[in-house]
């Protein structure tokens, strides 16, 4: 009987074990991952690229308010999709995020 693949965020966590990354690390690598998923419909990483990484990108900045340091970390994240994949080109900064008045 043939071995099923491992699942994705079981990857993820492997990757970050190799790198010797703290457990915080890896729960928050798992969740971007998660998150970038559930934005895109539940549509596995491998079938996107840097659009879709540039709408999540606009979305955390736009509608979640977040931080550039938080949303250069998903980028890091992104840019590591898969052992089998190279990275994808992503956009050279993370967008701005609006000002609040």
Do not use: C
């Not at 971007?32 to 955390?60: C, N, Q, S, Y």
């Amino acid at each position: 009987m043939a071995e099923k693949p491992q699942k994705l965020l079981d990857q993820v966590r492997d990757a970050i074990h190799l790198k010797h990354y703290s457990i915080r690390t890896e729960q928050a690598y798992v969740d971007w991952v998660r998150r970038f998923i559930l934005f895109h419909d539940k549509r596995h990483p491998a079938e996107m690229g840097a659009a879709e990484i540039e709408a999540f990108l606009t979305h955390l900045a736009v509608n979640k308010n977040v931080a550039a340091s938080t949303q250069n970390q998903a980028v890091r994240l992104s840019s590591r999709r898969s052992p089998q994949r190279p990275p994808l080109p992503l956009p050279t900064s993370a967008p701005a995020r609006p000002r609040s008045h």
